[in-house]
């Protein structure tokens, strides 16, 4: 079955480590986002990629870097510089052909920092 | 005025009431406009776009009021199933994957009651 699939799903860190999160899209979309939720928010985007090797910065980059190496795989890295990194993290995939389409998500990684 | 503003409820009614969410938003210039519902600790997923002339997916009502800014999505005979947080999603200008800019509300939840 296509789709999206985000590891870990449950992750601790101490403060003052850096913790990348996988997304990984069969779905051969070529766009492909990053986003974050926290408790009672709305989703703010992080970093988006349209073609491999380039990304851009979202909403709140400060504190998170990505790659676009390959087109199926987006990884996110929340480094020790995001000061407030426990969130719900949401990685999505769209393909770029339909304008108007649908956004496909993972079932997210849930990061808390101890 | 923020740029998408949901009432966060949350609404609690019983099955087989009908219920209606209305989704305002800043930007005039906004071009397309979606309904996604997010169960608890899950990712979001596409419930049904909002289309101008209104549209219906069976009992599911989903209209755009340009005039005034606003959606609204209306839930009719209501199941249990359809306990969940409902977030409004609106597109701004442009195409490609860095100006399908999609804000999102923070989401309307709702619990369906036996």
């Known amino acids: 079955d296509g789709g999206i699939t985000q590891s870990p799903k449950y992750l601790f860190r101490k403060e003052g480590q850096n913790v990348t999160l996988s997304c990984e899209q069969n779905l051969n979309h070529d766009a492909m986002y990053w986003y974050r939720q926290d408790p009672g928010q709305g989703l703010r985007l992080i970093y988006y990629?349209?073609?491999?090797?380039?990304?851009q910065k979202g909403d709140i980059a400060e504190g998170y870097s990505v790659s676009r190496e390959k087109k199926e795989s987006f990884p996110l890295t929340v480094t020790s510089a995001q000061k407030n990194p426990t969130a719900f993290y949401l990685c999505?995939?769209?393909?770029?052909?339909?304008?108007?389409?649908?956004?496909?998500f993972g079932e997210g990684s849930r990061l808390t920092v101890l | 005025r923020k740029e998408v503003e949901q009432d966060p409820g949350p609404f609690n009614v019983p099955e087989g009431a009908t219920v209606a969410f209305n989704c305002t938003y800043s930007?005039?210039?906004?071009?397309?406009f979606f309904w996604y519902r997010q169960d608890c600790r899950k990712e979001p997923k596409l419930l049904m776009s909002?289309?101008?002339s209104g549209n219906e997916d069976g009992r599911f009502t989903a209209q755009l009021n340009r005039a005034s800014q606003y959606i609204s999505l209306l839930i009719r005979d209501s199941k249990l199933s359809d306990s969940a947080t409902y977030l409004c999603v609106v597109r701004g200008l442009g195409s490609g994957a860095g100006s399908y800019q999609l804000t999102f509300g923070k989401g309307t939840k709702l619990s369906v009651i036996p």
């Open positions: 999505a995939s769209r393909a770029l052909s339909f304008n108007t389409g649908e956004l496909f």
């Open positions: 909002v289309y101008s």
């Open positions: 930007n005039s210039a906004s071009q397309s």
């Open positions: 990629s349209q073609i491999v090797n380039d990304f």
